[in-house]
């Protein structure tokens, strides 16, 4: 399969375990490479399938690295990153040896629960001292870096689960990318530096299959969140959006300031999440990644019109088959 008037490509693939390349042992094995990269901080995830069918490939040990790069022959390949072996597993016949691989940004004390409270501090102390604890270079938003924090603790919370609860509170997105920490606005496409990420045109033409879903834009007028006023020793209230058929938060907040964050945070959630198109591509596009902009051109008027932002990336190389994208987006 190739675009009309341009010539089928090859695809083509870089691997590395533990440092050392492998890619001309793999040739002629190689059945399938399937990369899923995700927005927030949910480890990207690299599978492979390959034939053992003379019983002649060693089974690699959990723990030991893989890089990957892929693209297509002739053309530079684009680098995905390292990913550490999870999970191994080899069936037959005939015999298959299949692997399974997470983000290395993700090993190590992430998951490690831990407790902590956070005191008159900012969103750029927190997520820098975080950050140095698990040797990250930190990346965080212009806007959001100088947001004061009163008071938040962290009981028995992995530094993952804080983080990405803080992220939900300001509506932004936190992740760890090829050594870094980021923690930026939601929805914006911006780098951490406040930098515009370029837009990507996807036309039908560039399409295979493809799946557009909308919600009731009026399900909800506004957010109430709940804070707890200690001078008044009583509960208030405050609001984003309209009150006449709000979405009511659960949780009860220490200050009126981050009961309105948390309110605005969720209001501008609910008004972004709407709609959700997927969209698998006829030839693979290597270079792209979440929170990248798009306009798709094409499809119903309603499609066109929409402001899409990438969720979820999915790279699938397939040999003798041409590797597709498959890009979630809202």
């Known amino acids: 399969m190739s675009r009309v008037g341009r010539p089928a490509r090859t695809p083509d693939y870089r691997l590395a375990i533990g440092g050392e390349q492998i890619t001309p042992r793999v040739r002629g094995r190689l059945q399938r490479l399937t990369l899923t990269d995700r927005r927030g901080l949910e480890a990207d995830q690299l599978d492979l399938t390959l034939t053992d069918d003379d019983g002649q490939l060693a089974l690699p040990r959990r723990g030991v690295e893989i890089h990957v790069a892929i693209g297509w022959a002739g053309e530079p390949l684009t680098d995905r990153g390292t990913f550490i072996v999870d999970e191994v597993e080899h069936a037959g016949a005939p015999d298959i040896l299949s692997i399974r691989a997470s983000s290395a940004d993700f090993r190590g004390q992430f998951p ?3 407790t902590q409270s956070w005191h008159r501090t900012t969103i750029d102390d927190i997520v820098t001292t975080i950050a140095k604890r698990h040797y990250l270079t930190p990346r965080i938003g ?26 939900e509170r300001y509506d932004a997105i936190a992740t ?19 930098l515009e990420i370029p837009p990507i045109v996807i036309r039908r033409q560039d399409g295979y299959q493809h799946r557009y879903s909308v919600t009731d834009r009026d399900s909800y007028s506004g957010v109430i969140v ?49 709609a959700e198109f997927s969209l698998t591509l006829a030839e693979g596009r290597p270079d792209i990644y979440p929170e990248t902009p798009a306009r798709c051109y094409g499809w119903k008027r309603e499609i066109e019109e929409t402001e899409w932002l990438l969720t979820e990336v999915r790279h699938e190389l397939m040999i003798q088959a041409i590797p597709m994208s498959y890009i979630s987006s809202s």
């Open 112 to 114: 490690v629960k831990r």
């Open 176 to 194: 760890v990318k090829a050594g870094n920490l980021l923690f930026i606005p939601a929805g914006q496409a911006t780098t951490a530096n406040g």
């Open 226 to 274: 709940a804070w707890h006023d200690t001078n008044g020793a009583q509960r208030r209230d405050v609001i984003a959006g309209a009150d006449d058929n709000a979405k009511r938060l659960r949780s009860i907040y220490a200050n009126e300031a981050d009961a309105l964050a948390a309110a605005r945070a969720e209001w501008q959630r609910l008004q972004r999440g709407l």
């Open 142 to 167: 212009n806007q959001l870096s100088v947001i004061g924090i009163k008071h938040i603790d962290q009981t028995e919370e992995s530094d993952i689960n804080f983080l990405t609860r803080l992220a």
